[in-house]
């Protein structure tokens, strides 16, 4: 193996890049990236980065010596074509061409449009890029009335950051609740609670269908069921797409994302897909075809895949985790639901410190915990140990959950 492309240079290709050097591979490592800046972090835009709390610079994940430093060939500002299979070689789109040994598709995701929305209309943004997050930021210090179309991670937090600002919030949901496709119904609960106590509004079952401006700027939000919400800034938040239209392109199988093995294979032995983009078979439920949004699961499919180049070839195997701030509360999940689990309570959530235990028969297959980081490191462990406490023990806040761990290390 001598020649590695990676199209995509955000937390999955450079994790890739930096993990396949430190394992001592001395080939040529190229990274391709289709945005003017070097390498960052996404989830602080929705966070700290957005409400002015950290600036740009802490943003970046390496210095730009760390590529010349590590011979890394970063290419920014440039996009791959198309990917020429037969001759192992990706065109970009400054007329370059890159050959391969073996390519690594890391594209990511992009947001997901409003369908309602046509032509240009200002005051409707939504949140993907720095530039992004710098005219969010913008609207912010002007708006009086923000409607965040979208009840996910991204928009609560940006809503969360709103709402601080004394700016009146109202966020407009299709589905039944808060969080509804990534948490269960208690956190959920919670978490619109915590929302609801800083004076933000939501608005379930409910779909836009028209945005209204006056003076080419947004002045209203239109919903199904006829009524206008008056709102100078509207962040659209609808979840987002897999960037697998090189793949499809190419002939490589698209389902989801791009579709990979175990070992994050494509069906060309000489492309792997790693991060956002991919959609993988999940080992703790039977091989279940999925794809994750999050930094953990792109660092550790980086590095199985930079493992595998370099000679361990391992299935991935990795437990997820994700993590959100908003409404002074601190979300950790570890696991996987599928959303029909039955679900454990440990604590009282209506003290906004408690953890929802998820089980599928009497396996635990995700534990969410808001504001218990004790109870979130305990999850991750007993995950990976592929220990399920009984509902008893997991709804039980006096039992100790360590015991099942140290038990099962002392054996």
Known sequence: MSDVVII??????????????????????????????????????????????????????????????????????????????????????????????????????????????????SGVVSLRTIEDA???MQGLERATKLVVIGAGFLGLEAASIASDAKIEVRVIEAGSRALGRVVSA?????????????????????????????????????????????????LV????????????????????????DAQLLTEDPNISSIGDCAAFPFAADGGRMVRLESVQNAVDQARCVADRLTGKVEAYDQVPTFWSDQAGLRLQMAGLARGDEDVVVRRDPATGNFSAYCYRGDSLVAVESVSRLPDHMQARKLLRMKISPSREQAGDPTFDLKQLVNKETAA
């Open 8 to 121: 995509g240079a955000g937390q999955a290709g450079l994790q890739l890049a930096s993990s396949l050097r430190d394992n001592g591979f001395a080939g040529s490592i190229t990274m391709v990236g289709d945005e003017v800046h070097p390498p960052y972090q996404r989830p602080p835009l929705s966070k700290a980065f957005l409400a002015g709390t950290a600036p740009e610079s802490m943003l970046f994940m390496q210095e730009p010596k760390f590529f010349a430093d590590h011979a890394i060939d970063f290419r920014a500002n440039d996009a791959v074509d198309t990917i020429d299979r037969e001759l192992k070689q990706v065109n970009l789109r400054s007329g370059a061409f890159l050959p391969y040994s073996h390519l690594v598709i890391a594209t990511g995701t992009r947001n997901r449009a409003l369908p309602c929305v046509e032509g240009e209309t």
């Open 134 to 136: 710098k005219a969010l």
């Open 186 to 234: 208690p956190v959920s609960e919670a978490v619109q609670a915590a929302h609801e106590a800083r004076g933000v509004i939501f608005s379930f079952n409910e779909a836009v269908v028209a945005l209204h401006s006056t003076d080419g700027h947004v002045s209203s939000v239109e919903l199904g069921s006829g009524e206008r919400i008056p709102a100078d800034l509207v």
């Open 237 to 260: 938040s609808i979840g987002v797409v897999p960037n697998s239209e090189l793949a499809a392109a190419c002939g490589l199988t698209v389902h989801n994302g791009v579709v990979v």
